[in-house]
């Protein structure tokens, strides 16, 4: 079985960028979500949605960027929203009780990037 490979593809909507995270979320994959990340959060925009209906795994690595990031968000005055967690993800979430920092997330994804 091939293990899939982390991307980020990013959607820079006026209102709202969306990054669309695929694949597994682990320590290999944090610099390049950084980095997207850090993109999105110096255009000053009011919200930013993070897309993981792609997102198969994340680990603890992968996660403390999703705290790093709501951190900053809040931090600069931006809304950080996470869109379309798949089970194992969600259940990551949970467990870690992260879901309650992400609470404000909405369910409704954004258009589909091609």
Do not use: W
């Not at 293990?3 to 695929?22: E, G, I, M, N, Q």
């Not at 950084?34 to 198969?56: P, Q, T």
């Not at 795994?57 to 403390?64: K, R, W």
């Not at 009780?97 to 369910?107: C, N, Q, R, T």
């Amino acid at each position: 079985m091939i293990t899939p490979v982390f991307h980020v593809s990013t959607h820079l909507d006026p209102d709202a960028p969306c990054l669309r995270l695929v694949g597994e979320l682990d320590l290999d994959g944090t610099a390049e979500l950084h980095s997207a990340l850090a993109d999105c959060f110096a255009r000053r925009s009011a919200r930013v949605v993070l897309d993981i209906r792609g997102l198969a795994f994340c680990d603890c690595s992968g996660l403390n960027v999703l705290l790093e990031a709501k951190a900053t968000a809040d931090r600069i005055g931006t809304e950080l929203r996470l869109a379309g967690a798949r089970p194992q993800v969600a259940r990551l979430l949970a467990l870690t009780g992260a879901v309650e920092v992400f609470a404000d997330s909405v369910p409704r994804l954004p258009p589909r990037i091609s």
